[in-house]
């Protein structure tokens, strides 16, 4: 199985709460975990990414959790702002290059 | 700037035809895909091309068709055999096992 799946689809929060989004997938044989934003009308760019031997990794108000165990992993935004407002998609590569994408989820933040 | 360059950026197609989405990049990067975007659905491979004269399916090829003729650049061809080809298509390159780098896309629409 090649699946990540994510979740939640569309996510509202307020300004300056945590955004929360998580992915899990099943195949073992992913070494490389990125994110993706993408604005409205845009190509999605690289947010974030993580190897599967840490645990966490942050780049300011952008955390990457990964828990290997149970082939999960989450990206947290604090403090969110309205300008954080797009789609962001988690992904993983298969040994060899190829990118499996999430479905994507649709934050909106409030202010 | 180096960057990817997708053209048009909108494309309404009649039923029966065919259509070209150009790609273009200047980051010398040697592998270069094709996404299809849908609501809810993520970005899935259409194409992928690691090196010039070189190409191999992605797993929603069917209807689609490819070329690399150069290293810059990858057209992909929305061919009448495609049964729902409104979508928005994106175009990306890397190096090898690296960043996905990608366009803003081009939307096409089926009248």
């Known amino acids: 199985q090649q699946q990540v799946k994510q979740s939640p689809q569309s996510l509202i929060v307020q300004k300056g709460g945590i955004s929360i989004i998580n992915c899990a997938y099943e195949n073992t044989a992913f070494d490389y975990f990125p994110w993706y934003q993408q604005f409205p009308g845009k190509g999605p760019a690289l947010l974030i990414a993580?190897?599967?031997?840490?645990s966490e990794k942050k780049e300011g108000r952008f955390t990457i959790s990964f828990n290997k165990s149970a082939k999960q992993f989450s990206l947290h935004i604090m403090d969110s702002q309205p300008g954080d407002s797009a789609t962001y998609f988690c992904?993983?590569?298969?040994?060899?290059?190829?990118?499996?994408f999430g479905q994507g989820t649709e934050l909106s933040v409030k202010p | 700037d180096g960057g990817i360059t997708q053209s048009p950026k909108y494309l309404f197609r009649k039923e029966g035809q065919n259509v070209t989405l150009s790609c273009e990049q200047n980051l010398n990067h040697d592998a270069m895909y094709w996404y299809r975007q849908d609501p809810g659905q993520g970005l899935r491979l259409i194409y992928y091309s690691q090196i010039v004269n070189d190409f191999q399916k992605g797993d929603i090829a069917e209807g689609y068709s490819v070329s690399r003729e150069k290293k810059e650049s990858f057209p992909l061809t929305v061919t009448s055999a495609q049964k729902n080809p409104t979508a928005f298509y994106l175009c990306?390159?890397?190096?090898?096992?690296?960043?996905?780098?990608f366009g803003e896309g081009s939307r096409l629409t089926v009248l």
């Open positions: 993580i190897r599967p031997d840490v």
């Open positions: 990306a390159s890397s190096i090898q096992n690296g960043e996905l780098f």
């Open positions: 992904a993983a590569r298969l040994l060899g290059g190829k990118l499996i």
